[in-house]
Each structure stands twice: as C-alpha cells, then as structure tokens.
C-alpha cells in the first residue's frame, strides 16, 4: 500500500542566435543562450483503504543560464560583447488526500508551495569581465502556494457534478479565491454533453517583475515591471462528445475567456530607447471552437484530426493578442503493435499554425503597427521500440521536410531536428 519515487534529471543546452551586428570586434562574436539545470525529487503514494488515497512530493531544482551577446555603452559608438548569468534554485512541496465517501462523491484536498530564489548578475563586458556602465545585478526571493478543494459527484439520472475552489497565496500579491464548477450529462448511451466554467490565478514571474535590462535584437531592451499586478481569468465552456459507432468519436467545444491584468510586452520609446516592457492589459478577451475527430480504423492504429479557431482582443487597442493563430490544426496517426517481448509505437502528424499577428518592435517608422506572421506546415515523426518492458529505444524528428517557420518577429524556429533516446530499466 506504500510506494516512494525517486526522480532525478540532469540538462544541458546551448542556443546559438547567430553572431553579433555591431561589436566593437572582428570577427563577431556568436550570440548564444546555455543552461543547465540539475532536479531531485520524491514522491510518495499510500493507499489506507479502498476509499483513501494520499499523495506527498516535490523537488529541489537548480537552474544556472549564460547569455553571451551585445550590448550598448554610453561612453562608444558601437555595442561591445557582453556576457550575462542568472542562477536560480527553487523547493517545491505539495501533496493532496481523495476519499471516496459514496453518496457525498468523491473529494479532493491538496496544497502546493513553491520557495524561489533568483539571482540576476550584472552584464559584463565578456572581454575584461567589467560590469558595463548603467547594469545592474539583483537577488529576490519570492514564496507561493496554494490551497485547494474539490467535490465530484454524481446525480441521479446520469448527471455528474464537479465543483471546486482554490486560494492563492502569494508573498508578494494578495490572496486570490478561484472558483469553478462542471457538470456533465450522459443524454444517451452515445452522447455527452457538458458545460463549466472558472477562474484562475497567474501571479507575474519572477523575472517579469524583477530581471534587469536584457538586449536583444541590436538595441531593443526587454524590461522587467516591478509594479504588475496578476492576471486573472474568468472562463466558460460548453460542448459534446459522441460515439455514432464504436469506433468513431466526434468532441466539439466552444469557450469564451475573459481576460483582467493579462501579462504581456508593450513596446514603449523612451529615452530614446526601444524598450519591450512587460505591462498589463486592463481587458482581453478570448472566444472560439475546438472540433475533434477520432477514428479507431484497426484495433492498432489510430487517426485524430483536430481543428482549433480562436480569435482575441486586446480592448484597449482593439487588436487581436499577439501570436496568437485564428485557425490551426493538427491530423495524426499513431499506432501501438506487440510482436511477443517487442512491443512497437509511433505517430505521424502534421500540423498547421495559421496566420497571426503582432506588434512591430524594430522599425520605429512603423511604431507599434500590427503586422502579421504568415501561417506554416510542420511534419514530426515518432517512433519507439521496447524490449520485455526493460530496454527501449525512441527516435523524434520534429520539422521532418525542413519547413521554414518564423515563430516570432524576426525569430526563425529550427529546421528538422532528431533526438534519439535509448534507456533501461535496471530494477
């Protein structure tokens, strides 16, 4: 009735972001973002009875990044290379009891908290490792957790209820009730219908309220915003889920979003400065369908095709959200095959991100115009093999065909890109 994990994991990357424009040095420098990140982390499961359920965890995390790139002086014409650190360690907790109590349903109670402590370093001129002129360093620490508390129960003639309410602490914010409830109806033996509706609680990051200046795109400043206030999120929902044969599943939604405080970039001049300032938009909101269809074509294959149309507003520019598609999609096969101790699995899928827009940050003669993004095709492959449940091996290939993407102003996503994995489970 008892069991305990232990999870560990190890990472390290590097970006490279093309090499410097304007450095006082020939050859230019590469403009580079690395990291590493190193996790533990236990969790306990018990089981007193058949009707009571308990769970305990967390983790301790470690994160160390290094932004190699170029940044502005006062005192000269051009940029000079510059190497920026941030290291971070966070302690998770959290844990949560069910009982299922019969007639009253099923309920749930948890907490989570989570003790963040970042330290942003100085920009540093990478090649005297002086700290240029105007930057800073900064050290904050920031607490929050959560308390929640949830019912499903189910009513008489094929009705289900689920309800629920969570209160936000935040050291630096104060505390925030969130609210919800669901109800579910099996109309027929084929046909579901629900409908639900919320609200949520994104206290600002860390480093959306405090990370010193960063440089990027030759003189563009992304700047933190000590005085944000949190976003706050009202939703609502309804749809239906059918079975006209066994095989065959059909999920059709439509929701709408009310958005308050949403935490976005508003490019600002200032100073002469383009700054991208992280800010709050008073009003958003968000409305649209998600349409699914899902066909069981052999006991061993799978074909799901999906359609998403969202359209936003920022109210008080009367524009839609940035980056955010109208329309996009995705259709997927996937198959899962034993052959005695081998077992095979894989999909195929082919997604569509649609047009959208965003602001323009980098021609002030276009200050703050709304240009959009042209929409991309992207194929991904995934394939695994696993031998007596012990010993596997797994190929993922995302952008297969090399399609060019454009993810962001003036940000190229990766070509095709393969990772292999190979693992083994020693006890």
Same mark, same amino acid.
């Given at each position: 009735?008892?069991?305990?994990?232990?999870?560990?994991?190890?990472?390290?990357?590097?970006?490279?972001?093309?090499? /410097?424009? $304007?450095?006082? @040095?020939?050859?230019?420098? +590469?403009?580079?973002?690395?990291?590493?990140?190193? &996790?533990?982390?236990?969790?306990?499961?018990?089981?007193?009875?058949?009707?009571?359920?308990?769970? &305990?965890?967390?983790?301790?995390?470690?994160?160390?990044?290094?932004?190699?790139?170029?940044?502005?002086? %006062?005192?000269? $014409?051009?940029?000079?290379?510059?190497?920026? @650190?941030?290291?971070?360690?966070?302690?998770?907790?959290?844990?949560?009891?069910?009982?299922?109590?019969?007639? =009253?349903?099923?309920?749930?109670?948890?907490?989570?908290?989570?003790?963040?402590?970042? $330290?942003?370093?100085?920009?540093?001129?990478?090649? /005297?490792?002086?700290?240029?002129?105007?930057?800073?360093?900064?050290?904050? !620490?920031?607490?929050?957790?959560? *308390?929640?508390?949830?019912?499903?129960?189910?009513?008489?003639?094929?009705?289900?209820?689920?309800?629920?309410?969570?209160?936000?602490?935040?050291?630096?914010?104060?505390?925030?009730?969130?609210?919800?409830?669901?109800?579910?109806?099996?109309?027929?033996?084929?046909?579901?219908?629900?409908?639900?509706?919320?609200?949520?609680?994104?206290?600002?990051?860390?480093?959306?309220?405090?990370?010193? $200046?960063?440089?990027?795109?030759?003189?563009?400043?992304?700047?933190?915003?000590?005085?944000?206030?949190?976003?706050?999120?009202?939703?609502?929902?309804?749809?239906?889920?059918?079975?006209?044969?066994?095989?065959?599943?059909?999920?059709?939604?439509?929701?709408?979003?009310?958005?308050?405080?949403?935490? %976005?970039?508003?490019?600002?001049?200032?100073?002469?400065?383009?700054?991208?300032?992280?800010?709050?938009? !008073?009003?958003?909101?968000?409305? #649209?369908?998600?349409?699914?269809?899902?066909?069981?074509?052999?006991?061993?294959?799978?074909?799901?095709?999906?359609? !998403?149309?969202?359209?936003?507003? !920022?109210?008080?520019?009367?524009?839609?959200?940035?980056?955010?598609?109208?329309?996009?999609?995705?259709?997927?096969?996937?198959?899962?095959?034993?052959?005695?101790?081998?077992?095979?699995?894989?999909?195929?899928?082919?997604?569509?991100?649609?047009?959208? #827009?965003?602001?323009?940050?980098?021609?002030?003669? *276009?200050?703050?115009?709304?240009?959009?993004?042209?929409?991309?095709?992207?194929?991904?492959?995934?394939?695994?093999? /696993?031998?007596?449940?012990?010993?596997?091996?797994?190929?993922?290939?995302?952008?297969?065909?090399?399609?060019?993407? +454009?993810?962001?102003? #003036?940000?190229?996503? =990766? #070509?095709?890109?393969?990772?292999?994995?190979?693992?083994?489970?020693?006890?």
């Amino acid at each position: 009735n008892l069991d305990l994990t232990l999870h560990t994991r190890y990472f390290q990357s590097d970006l490279g972001w093309g090499l /410097t424009r $304007d450095t006082l @040095h020939d050859p230019p420098y +590469e403009v580079s973002m690395a990291g590493r990140m190193f &996790l533990v982390g236990p969790q306990l499961k018990a089981s007193f009875n058949r009707n009571t359920d308990m769970n &305990l965890g967390g983790f301790f995390r470690v994160v160390e990044g290094v932004f190699h790139g170029e940044t502005p002086v %006062t005192y000269q $014409d051009a940029n000079v290379p510059s190497v920026w @650190h941030s290291n971070s360690s966070d302690w998770q907790f959290e844990g949560s009891l069910v009982y299922r109590s019969g007639i =009253p349903g099923t309920w749930t109670a948890g907490f989570d908290c989570l003790f963040n402590t970042i $330290d942003f370093g100085a920009t540093l001129d990478s090649r /005297t490792s002086d700290t240029i002129e105007g930057a800073y360093g900064i050290n904050r !620490n920031i607490a929050a957790g959560g *308390f929640y508390l949830q019912n499903e129960l189910k009513l008489p003639w094929r009705l289900e209820l689920i309800s629920g309410l969570r209160l936000d602490l935040n050291s630096a914010f104060s505390p925030s009730l969130s609210p919800k409830i669901g109800i579910v109806w099996q109309a027929h033996q084929k046909l579901f219908l629900r409908a639900s509706s919320g609200t949520a609680f994104r206290a600002p990051a860390v480093s959306e309220l405090f990370m010193p $200046d960063m440089i990027v795109q030759g003189d563009v400043r992304v700047r933190a915003n000590p005085e944000l206030e949190p976003e706050r999120i009202q939703s609502y929902d309804a749809g239906f889920t059918v079975k006209p044969f066994t095989a065959l599943t059909l999920v059709s939604t439509v929701y709408y979003n009310v958005m308050s405080d949403l935490i %976005t970039q508003q490019i600002v001049l200032s100073g002469g400065q383009v700054l991208a300032r992280h800010s709050n938009i !008073n009003s958003a909101v968000s409305w #649209g369908t998600e349409q699914q269809i899902e066909w069981e074509a052999l006991p061993w294959i799978n074909l799901n095709l999906n359609y !998403n149309y969202q359209n936003t507003e !920022n109210v008080q520019r009367e524009e839609p959200l940035d980056y955010i598609p109208f329309h996009s999609g995705a259709l997927r096969a996937s198959f899962h095959r034993s052959f005695g101790n081998i077992r095979a699995q894989g999909s195929l899928a082919q997604l569509l991100v649609g047009e959208r #827009g965003y602001v323009e940050m980098q021609n002030l003669r *276009f200050f703050n115009q709304f240009l959009m993004i042209e929409p991309y095709t992207r194929t991904d492959l995934y394939l695994k093999c /696993t031998y007596k449940q012990k010993y596997w091996a797994s190929l993922s290939v995302q952008n297969m065909f090399n399609a060019d993407i +454009e993810e962001s102003q #003036g940000t190229l996503a =990766p #070509g095709r890109f393969f990772s292999l994995e190979l693992g083994a489970r020693v006890f």
